[in-house]
């Protein structure tokens, strides 16, 4: 069975740390970019972060960068994106989704073969 599923979510104060594993069964992430989205209440779905299938180049957003990384463990088949100095504006469910393409669009949930069924991040105090 191919499946996508997320894990490392909660609540955290303002200035804290988190990181979210996408971890892939049935098959092998080594052959897939894989984008991390997010999606608050109300608001659509965004790229936050990708990562390459190839040579391992990393998309981050501009509400970002700087804070959060995004890296892969191709021996455990996961996927994680580590996410430091948070912001309440960080809040929203979390999903990792991978693209067997060449090129991927990071910035918009669009060609994307397998999703993750998400994680709540909520970033307060």
């Known amino acids: 069975q191919v499946q996508l599923v997320e894990s490392g979510g909660g609540l955290v104060q303002p200035g804290g740390s988190l990181r979210l594993s996408c971890a892939a069964s049935g098959f092998t992430l080594d052959y897939y970019a894989i984008g991390w989205f997010r999606q608050a209440p109300g608001k659509e779905r965004e790229g936050v972060s990708c990562i390459s299938r190839s040579d391992g180049s990393t998309y981050y957003a501009d509400s970002v960068k700087g804070r959060f990384t995004i890296s892969r463990d191709n021996a455990k088949n996961t996927v994680y994106l580590q996410m430091n100095s948070l912001k309440p504006e960080d809040t929203a469910v979390y999903y990792c989704?991978?693209?067997?393409?060449?090129?991927?669009?990071?910035?918009?949930?669009?060609?994307?073969?397998?999703w993750g069924q998400g994680t709540q991040v909520t970033v307060s105090s």
């Open positions: 989704a991978a693209s067997a393409a060449a090129l991927v669009v990071c910035s918009r949930p669009i060609g994307y073969e397998y």
